[in-house]
């Protein structure tokens, strides 16, 4: 059986959050029942991705013990709350099943393990919706926009306010988005604003769609930025809240990256560590002369032997010298 927490609406602020507000709807979350750790916060690397600002990066974590379950706020800025109760940093505390736990503007309900519910969610999709909900809370923020970028005379852009109705664009006088050109078919491109993004569908025009360059052939969820080309006419997708959760997944990305990093940096440490190398056996010191000799005579014995034989090899030099120079002179 799943691992259940249940995230509530929170319409108004809560105090002490700086009027930071939580979701708009209830939310189910499910987990796996082997889960050891859940760790809360804004940062898209965690078990429990929360993105709301009021939170902190790394907030708290509930745990499993052997005798259950704890709760560990790590030192946030805007606290943890058990049941009304505020938790010092650090400082775990046993919870149970129906435990409220507050973090910031966001009330999580611990249902514990429980059987499988309708409506629950994963922890892959819960990012996104909580970013629609944070969204919907701003409309004026949050609509997404089709704008004439060249290609036909310029028209205001298209604000898709309406969540799931059908925006037509095309030459007809009807369309929503009137495209003037005879090379555009009257009702050309249909476009949907659904919960986890804008979706576009080719209405059997005759000379087709492309999204980015490449031929739409059946509907395409758009991404922030996409282009969408209607014969001569490009069109371009303005959209916040794909927007933030394209920021939301580079960072969880670049989190993923600094942890492998690390990991690599630590093996490369471990194999690096003094007693990993095989040891050279040390060279002998040379003893200490005795003390109270003057400085040349703390010269190694064997330099000393040596700079006798250089003086004895110079006089036998001189030596045959001076009977070839005496030769010489007595033959001359």
Request: glycine share 10%; aromatic share 2%.
């Amino acid at each position: 059986m799943p691992l259940r927490l249940r995230l509530l609406p929170s319409p108004v602020a809560p105090s002490g959050t700086g009027g930071a507000r939580g979701p708009s709807e209830a939310r189910s979350i499910e987990l796996h029942d082997d889960t050891a750790e859940i760790r809360i916060g804004r940062r898209p690397d965690l078990e429990l991705p929360l993105p709301y600002p009021a939170l902190s990066a790394l907030h708290a974590r509930l745990f499993r013990t052997e005798a259950g379950w704890q709760i560990e706020d790590l030192g946030s800025t805007n606290g943890t709350r058990v049941d009304g109760q505020r938790l010092p940093a650090r400082a775990p505390r046993d919870i149970g099943p129906g435990a409220h736990l507050t973090l910031g503007p966001i009330t999580l309900v611990f249902d514990g393990t429980v059987a499988s519910g309708t409506g629950a969610e994963r922890t892959a999709t819960i990012a996104k919706r909580l970013v629609s909900d944070l969204f919907a809370a701003s409309p004026d923020l949050a609509v997404p926009t089709l704008a004439i970028t060249s290609g036909v005379p310029a028209r205001a852009p298209l604000r898709l306010e309406t969540a799931d109705r059908r925006y037509l664009a095309g030459r007809g006088e009807s369309c929503d988005l009137r495209l003037a050109s005879e090379e555009i078919s009257r009702e050309h491109l249909e476009i949907v604003r659904q919960w986890d993004g804008v979706v576009v569908k080719d209405l059997g025009s005759k000379n087709g769609v492309l999204v980015n360059g490449a031929l739409l052939t059946a509907p395409r969820r758009l991404r922030d930025g996409d282009t969408v080309q209607v014969g001569p006419a490009t069109l371009r997708l303005s959209d916040p809240a794909d927007r933030y959760l394209r920021d939301f997944e580079a960072l969880a990305s670049k989190s993923q990256d600094k942890a492998h990093r690390a990991a690599n940096d630590g093996q490369a440490q471990e194999t690096s560590e003094p007693g990993t190398e095989p040891l050279e056996p040390p060279a002998p010191e040379p003893a200490a002369p005795p003390a109270g000799l003057p400085p040349a005579a703390r010269q190694p014995t064997a330099q000393t032997g040596g700079s006798r034989m250089a003086i004895v090899i110079a006089a036998l030099v001189l030596i045959v010298v001076g009977v070839v120079v005496a030769a010489l002179v007595v033959g001359g």
